[in-house]
């Protein structure tokens, strides 16, 4: 299986840009009119654009959440991590391939896939994923997995923490709160131990509630 | 890289390695066998295994091909894969 999805990701990374512009430039209208985004920041220093490698990540409360974030950073193009299963069927696989995503298998997390997270953020390329685990269908941001912790201080780049606002209705805004971004590796040694990496994990799940608590005051 | 080291040394390698990235669990790692298992009896979970294989990459010099979290289920396997890389 692994193999299988080593192989896949190789035929995507050869997969160039084309049709995921064409399907962003596409998209940017609708996307702008639908979602009326209110971009907010954590402190002036989370209003920078996002530059070379990095990991986005988010929380997950619903199925448009990747076009969220899209839209919310729009100058950057993303790369997801999607779990296996999202590939599934011919269709869904072609879309996720156009838009670059990364297959990960969660009961078994290959080296390979890990490999090419690495090298992707070491590249310059921002990798987008929701730390949850999960869609959780609530506003509440639930405990974080510690592997975007992992990936960062590998590849020495940081984590961008965001929260998109559930929408009450349609007719409201989209709210996205951007926080700062956070080095790992300034927060960790040389090698540090797996409970250090926890509890950089946990760090950023607080960070995250802090933009929750941004977001609902608008 | 062509070291010869033995099985034994290969196990007490892996264990100070073990200790060094889960030092809450130095007890239970300083009494492991090569049956011990790695994420029941040693808690390493999915990124625990990630991490210590990227350790052990540094340490042994060699490349861990087509491994993933749930590849390695005891210390044993670890250690016969590592042996096998170096032979």
């Not at chain 1, 946990?202 to 929750?212: G, I, S, T, V």
Request: charged letters at 30%.
């Amino acid at each position: 299986m692994n193999k299988t999805i080593m192989e896949k990701s190789k035929k995507s990374r050869k997969r160039g840009y084309f049709l995921y512009d064409f399907g962003k430039i596409t998209a940017v209208i609708p996307c702008l009119l639908w979602y009326r985004m209110k971009r907010l920041y954590a402190s002036p220093e989370a209003k920078k654009k996002i530059k070379g490698g990095a990991i986005l990540i988010s929380n997950h409360s619903g199925n448009v959440d990747p076009i969220a974030i899209m839209t919310a950073v729009w100058y950057r193009r993303h790369h997801f991590i999607a779990t296996k299963e999202l590939f599934e069927g011919k269709l869904k696989r072609c879309m996720f391939e156009i838009f670059h995503c990364i297959e990960i298998d969660r009961d078994n997390v290959d080296m390979n896939t890990f490999r090419t997270i690495v090298d992707h953020l070491k590249g310059g390329k921002l990798v987008s994923m929701f730390p949850e685990g999960h869609m959780t269908h609530t506003e509440e941001v639930q405990k974080f997995k510690s592997g975007m912790v992992l990936m960062a201080f590998t590849a020495k780049k940081p984590i961008v923490p965001m929260y998109i606002k559930k929408r009450k209705s349609l007719w409201q805004r989209q709210v996205v709160v951007l926080g700062e971004p956070i080095d790992p590796a300034d927060m960790l040694g040389k090698m540090p131990s797996l409970a250090d990496m926890y509890k950089v994990a946990a760090y950023l799940h607080e960070q995250e509630r802090a933009l929750k608590a941004i977001a609902d005051q608008h | 890289m062509s070291v010869k080291l033995s099985r034994q040394e290969i196990f007490e390698k892996l264990q100070d390695i073990m200790i060094a990235i889960n030092e809450d669990d130095r007890e239970k790692i300083e009494s492991a066998t090569e049956s011990t298992r790695l994420v029941e009896d040693i808690g390493l979970a999915s990124v625990g295994m990630l991490y210590l294989v990227i350790v052990l990459e540094e340490s042994f010099q060699i490349k861990f091909d087509d491994v993933g979290t749930a590849t390695f289920d005891t210390v044993g396997k670890v250690i016969d894969y590592i042996e096998a890389k170096l032979s």
